[in-house]
């Protein structure tokens, strides 16, 4: 939408006819909307409020400083000046456009009172401390500063501007964009939600503390056993889908290809088969080892865990070369992992996630 800015023009006026006039020219050829009060008799309070409230209705302030400081008010402070501490008190954007060698201009267009003289000189030291100020020495080439200038303010301080009232959205439109919006975010805060729940349809699955029954074979070597002392065993586990996952879910914070996790679930329930068994009465002190575990077994844990939204194929782009499968953790899956891994404050309830050895052979599952 395009917008057009209302510049205040403040300065001195008689001896700045000509160059106020190419200032408003210069504004104009902008397509923005020049304002000033100078014609405004000085004494008249109601004059100055009507300057306050058209520079506050003003974008950007306009301030042309050449060899007069002007008549003054009964605080012994110009209009022009007076102008400008209002402009700077509202944070308003200056322009300060100031002459390049206030001596050297004719007399009538300078002070002869030494007192206004100084007012002057005082006056442009304080705007050139408060500015980057720019410099003129006549009416034309104050025509390219103040353009150059207002070009510069506008990019690097925005204001509101104005706009024709038939480019205003209507209060209609107003309401179906705050509506539109309010649906946005409603879908944003649906589809975060969905990102960290469970999917649709997983109410009927096996998940949390449900039970997975798991054969396995595993090798016991007795205290101070020696070579071929060790013997095998066939037995079963039944760990929660929770364990299963807290135990492989690390190794998806940063990806793993299917392989490293295959191996991740191995270790994970080699884990939790030695800890169900090292406890066993036949077992105490023995070495467990070389956990087996079937295949079949591996794939079906990694099918139920995606099944489950907690780990999916990775999507992540990789060179040609790598032909690797990977897996990533979701961000339910990363949730639940938090919950499950984080350390508690409150002392858990010790967990049962073993059987018996229910049988003891040499024969592979």
């Known amino acids: 939408m395009e ?43 109601t004059a100055w409020n009507l300057i306050k409230d058209v520079i506050d209705a003003s974008d950007y302030y306009v301030l042309i400083i050449g060899g007069r400081y002007g008549s003054l008010n009964e ?33 009538d267009k300078t002070e002869t009172d030494e007192s206004a003289w100084e007012k002057l ?15 003129w020495s006549n ?26 009232a038939d480019n205003v959205p209507s209060e209609t439109t107003l309401k179906e964009v705050l509506t539109l919006k309010q649906r946005i975010s409603e879908l944003e805060k649906e589809l975060e939600d969905t990102r960290t729940a469970p999917p649709p349809g997983t109410e009927d699955l096996m998940q949390g503390q449900d039970a997975f029954d798991l054969e396995f074979s595993f090798r016991a070597m007795p205290p101070h056993g020696g070579w071929g002392d060790d013997i095998r065993y066939k037995a079963t586990i039944s760990p929660s889908w929770n364990d299963i996952f807290a135990g492989v879910a690390p ?12 191996d991740a679930f191995r270790s994970a329930l080699a884990q939790i088969a030695r800890e169900a068994y090292s406890e066993n009465e036949g077992l105490k002190g ?23 939204g907690l780990i999916k194929e990775s999507d992540k782009k990789r060179s040609v070369r790598d032909t690797n499968s990977y897996w990533a953790l979701t961000p339910y899956g990363d949730q639940l992992m938090v919950q499950l891994r984080a350390i508690s404050r409150h002392k858990k309830e010790q967990r049962k996630i ?9 024969q592979d599952i």
């Open 3 to 45: 917008k057009r800015f209302q510049v205040f023009i403040s300065s001195t006026f008689v001896d700045l006819v000509d160059e106020r006039q190419a200032v408003l020219k210069s504004i104009l050829e902008m397509d923005h909307m020049p304002a000033g009060m100078e014609l405004f008799p000085a004494a008249d309070d």
């Open 354 to 362: 073993g059987s018996e050895v229910i049988k003891s052979s040499e």
């Open 251 to 262: 190794i998806l914070i940063n990806e793993a290809t299917e392989s490293s996790l295959s």
């Open 121 to 135: 000189k005082s006056f442009r030291e304080e705007v050139e401390d408060k500015h980057t100020c720019v410099y």
């Open 75 to 107: 605080e012994g402070l110009s209009y022009t000046e007076k102008e400008y501490r209002y402009a700077i008190s509202t944070k308003k954007a200056v322009i300060p456009l100031l002459h390049q060698n206030p001596d050297n201009l004719p007399r």
């Open 286 to 308: 023995h070495t467990l080892k070389n956990f087996g575990f079937k295949q079949d077994d591996i794939y079906t844990c990694m099918i139920q865990l995606r099944a489950l």
């Open 139 to 164: 009416a034309d080439e104050l025509k390219s500063k103040v353009i150059i200038g207002l070009t510069s303010t506008v990019k690097r301080s925005p204001a509101i501007g104005w706009v024709r």
